[in-house]
């Protein structure tokens, strides 16, 4: 099934006056994607999750599922399939009367019989590779059977859309990323749509084939891994989904001319002069050997990088270089080069510039090199 | 001598002194009630019972508080899911209504429903009129009984059902349940051991409510008088054996009730809790 979800706003008046959950926030989401959403706690993920699902009104825009409006539906007339954060299994009946609660409450003219249930369930628990433990009770289970009972639970009435609310936040992590795995095989083997919520950004790049960065009750940004990787919309999309580092510069002359000393200037084609801030994942930054450079601190590493503290005078940044370059820069003083930075004036991305393809051609230029000019307007 | 071997003579002591106490002032008082009831022997006290006005009181106490169970475990169970589940306008207000019960005295109660059926009573006339009888009758008995008892189901369905949240529910309705098969298949089965304990908690607090009665019944025997009330008028006249054997009786039938809600405490106790420690809320 698809969803689309037009301008939607959902304010709550609390004991602290009017507040806004969700602004405006519009999403298209495919007949069989997996979509991810992402953020920090109170972006309003959830929110939007229990929105689509109905379990939450909205106070402006609409949801409409399979082209179908959803205003004024019910949530057990949207047929859609949902796994709560704590599971919220049902205590008192064991596994296989969980799974079968969604067809046990149909009006007996729907309803399977008991045989096709019976079925039904056994075929689910061979899904969620439980297949013995249907007259289990859930306190009798770990969390991560628990978890596939829920999934399961929730596909009992083939729902053909799929909503995870922070599905593996309770699970430890060698658990999480099997189930992961597994949820997404499931996926594509179900034909679903699927829409999860974590505040995990590796695990939402990972499985899912677009990512929704949400702040403060709106969408920041939409799209793939690259996309969210190569252009983050806002310095804030850049830090959420992975460690960076920010320098604060001027563009001047086609030139970016960081503000602290050590950071070699690079060159920006058509970018109007104006204050600007350049981000860098950690591993991008190369070095430059500089007399008059840095010192540099070895403090760690793992996966053949090492890290590196680099002194900048105010404060130090953390970079990341192979293992390999290290006898060539041990003891040397360094330069940073952050050509492969992206850009940003006002809280967003400046345009007309891709920094990875400038990563791969841009050459590092000396500072020696630098026309005197624009050295001059710094 | 050492600091260990001060702490436990101070322990003994404690547990000594709170047996005594325990024993003075919880369990003389039922065994003397019969041992004075079977002063006589099994026989007459026995047969005190077969009084047709000893027989009325049994009826009318096992009336009044089978129906205000009924009345106070349907409302009960509402205020709870209402309190619970939603948040709505002056909701602490109607928590602290719910307990003014325990706080005020039976007796004003009574004379609060005196006040609006009685003769005199704002309602009174009204009521006359309808040939209906609500004080000195057993409306009015009712409804004293009913007050008295109201916040017990409330109070034990709430801090479990506040624990429990709407996750389990929303879950049900997600799944296509009614508003009904939501309340009796998924909130009441999971809150089934508070939801007991609170009816026999009603139970035994009904059986043996004495003031608010005693102001609207108007103490008629064979008609109006509960089990406490029937003992007080036969202790009054000085029938002590049928007084003693009646509060046998009615002590038997409270602690029968307050044993059985242990046993369901306790067996809702084995059962462990719902996973709300796991993952917090986002």
Known sequence: MSVRVEDLTRSVTGSKGEKTLLQDVSLDVPNGEFVALVGPSGAGKTTLLRAIAGLDPATSGQIMIDGRAMQGLAPRERNVGFVFQNYALFQHLTVAKNISFGLDVLPRAQRPSRTEIAQKVSDLLQLIRLPDLGSAYPYRLSGGQRQRVALARALARRPGLLLLDEPFGALDPVVRRAVRTWIRSLHEQLGLTTILVTHDQEEALDVADRVVVMQDGRIMQDGNADTLEIRPATPFVMEFLGESLCFAGQISRGWFLADEAHIEPFQVADQEAGPAVAMIRPYEVTLVPE?????????????????????LGARSVEILRPEAEMPAVDGTKVNLAISSARLFRDGHLLHGKDPVVSAVTAENIRASEIPAHVLSAN | MNAAGDNSMIRWGLVIATYLIVGLMLVLPPVVVLSEALREGIGPAVATLADPDAVSAFRLTLEMTIASVIFNTIFGVLAAWLISKYRFPLRGLLVALIEIPISISPVVAGLVWLLLFGTQGW???ALERMHIAVAFAPPGILLATIFVTFPYVARTLLPLMEQQGRDVEEA??????????ILFYVTLPNARWALLS???LT?????GEFGAVSVVSGHIPGLTETMPLHIETLYNGYQSVAAFTMAALLAIMAMATVWLRSVFEARALRLPEPDVQEGGRA
Do not use: C, N, P
């Open chain 2, 203 to 207: 139970t035994a607090r009904a059986m």
């Open chain 2, 198 to 200: 609170g009816i026999l």
């Open chain 2, 172 to 181: 049900a309705m997600l799944l296509g349940a009614s508003f009904w098969q």
């Open chain 1, 291 to 311: 007399a008059e450079g840095s010192s540099l601190k070895r403090t760690g590493g793992r996966y053949g990088m090492a890290r590196l503290l680099v002194d």
């Open chain 2, 123 to 125: 309602w009174g006339t």
